[in-house]
Nanobody, 122 residues
Framework: QVQLVESGGGSVQTGESLRLSCAVS????????MAWFRQAPGKERERVAA???????YYDDSVKGRFAISQNDAKNTLYLQMYSLNTEDTGIYYC????????????????WGQGTQVTVSS
C-alpha cells in the first residue's frame, strides 16, 4: 500500500513562488504515474501536472511554463515547483499515484494524499 503526504503549502502574494513536496512511502511497484491535482474553491479537482515513471512530464495549459514537476533520485519525494503564482492558482493541492501511464485515458489515481492549501493573494 502506498502512502502520500504533502507539505509546503502556504500563503503568498501574486508573482511569488512556492515548492510543494509529496513524501511517497510503501509498496510503489504498481505506480506508473505521479501527479499533482488542484481543487479550487467551488470547482472540481483538476490535474495540473504529472510525471510518468519514465520521466515524461505533463502539464495543464494553465500552468505550463510556470510549474515544474520533478522527483528526487530515490523516487520517494515528488515536487511541484510553482513560479509566477496568481490568484487562480489558489486551492488545495493533492499528490496522487496512478496505475497507468500519465497520458493514457484509462489511468486511475488510486492513492491520494491529504492535500496542502495554497493561497495566492493580490
Amino acid at each position: 500500500q502506498v502512502q502520500l503526504v504533502e507539505s509546503g503549502g502556504g500563503s503568498v502574494q501574486t508573482g511569488e513562488s512556492l515548492r510543494l513536496s509529496c513524501a511517497v512511502s510503501g509498496n510503489t511497484d504498481s505506480i506508473e504515474c505521479m501527479a499533482w491535482f488542484r481543487q479550487a474553491p467551488g470547482k472540481e479537482r483538476e490535474r495540473v501536472a504529472a510525471l510518468s515513471t519514465g520521466g515524461h512530464p505533463y502539464y495543464d495549459d494553465s500552468v505550463k511554463g510556470r510549474f515544474a514537476i520533478s522527483q528526487n533520485d530515490a523516487k520517494n519525494t515528488l515536487y511541484l515547483q510553482m513560479y509566477s503564482l496568481n490568484t487562480e492558482d489558489t486551492g488545495i493541492y493533492y499528490c496522487a499515484a496512478g496505475d497507468a501511464e500519465c497520458g493514457s485515458w484509462y489511468v486511475k489515481y488510486n492513492t491520494w494524499g491529504q492535500g496542502t492549501q495554497v493561497t495566492v493573494s493580490s
